[in-house]
């Protein structure tokens, strides 16, 4: 149940709770793969030259709480909205049905995943990116901590479509805990800096439609390209997604990795920075 507070109440609650929880595992993934897993994990490693020092981390730090800030704001929005009565989330699992359930979380991921696309893609227009979407891609060697390193606006654009969904949309009201989840787990292994997914996963007709570090990872150093969230099928499909991705996520490691730093083409288009 969404707890019926005072709205000021659930903001502050709201945001210490998500920053606790964030940055204790960002702080640990970050200590086990770029600490104590830097040589380690080299095998792993995507880009060959290290550029995350501590300013950067610092700059991180700052946008992802005001991020984190939005984000709860647009959480409190939702839980007043419910006490009002104004949604269609119910926690009630039986008058969906979980069959119905499981086909509402994935098709929310699709959505999620469409609105971040277009979204995104608009972000990098020169004016919009010059004012908003530059902040994120101040960090070129992304690391844990750039995950949710956005413009304080970026983050609002991004979240905005849950509102809308749950007005119309019949939800069983946990599955938002494990979409969030499931967005937080895709966004920090997308900006991870390292591969850990198996080669063999671009032999599976189903898995290779998904998103992975390396593939973000070549948004950061490319700037224009693969824009998807989770899914690789919009950038496919519309001819974003940059030439040499496959070989690069199998051709992994510090030695490979200086292909990293090369310029990359859109597939049929010539690269060309904001």
Known sequence: M?????????????????????FAVVGLLFLGVWRWGESRFLAARIQSRKRVDRQQIAFEIRHTLAVLF?????????????AGGHTRLT????????????ATLLALMVLNDAWFYFCHRLLHHPKLFRHVHAVHHKSVDVNPFS????????????????????????IYLPM?????????????????????LP?????????????????????????????GLMFRFWDRML???LNGYEQKFSDRG?????????PFRRRGRSHCDP
């Open 2 to 22: 969404i707890e019926q507070a005072h709205p000021l109440t659930m903001l502050l609650q709201g945001f210490a709770g998500q920053a606790l929880g964030y």
């Open 70 to 82: 939005t984000g709860t704001c647009t959480a409190v929005a939702v839980s007043l909205l419910y």
């Open 199 to 227: 080669r063999w996963l671009l032999r599976v007709p189903v898995l290779r439609w998904m998103n992975t570090s390396t593939f973000h990872n070549l948004h950061h150093t490319a700037f224009n390209g693969n824009y």
């Open 91 to 102: 926690t009630d699992a039986s008058s969906i049905g979980w069959p119905m359930i499981a």
């Open 254 to 262: 510090a030695a490979a990795a200086v292909a990293a730093q090369a």
């Open 239 to 241: 001819g974003t997604e």
């Open 147 to 170: 995950s949710y390193s956005f413009h304080w606006i970026e983050g609002l654009i991004l979240g905005a479509w849950v509102i809308p969904v749950v007005l119309v949309v019949p």
């Open 176 to 196: 938002l805990g494990v979409l969030q989840g499931i967005g937080l787990a895709n966004n920090l292994m997308s900006h991870l800096g390292y591969e850990f």
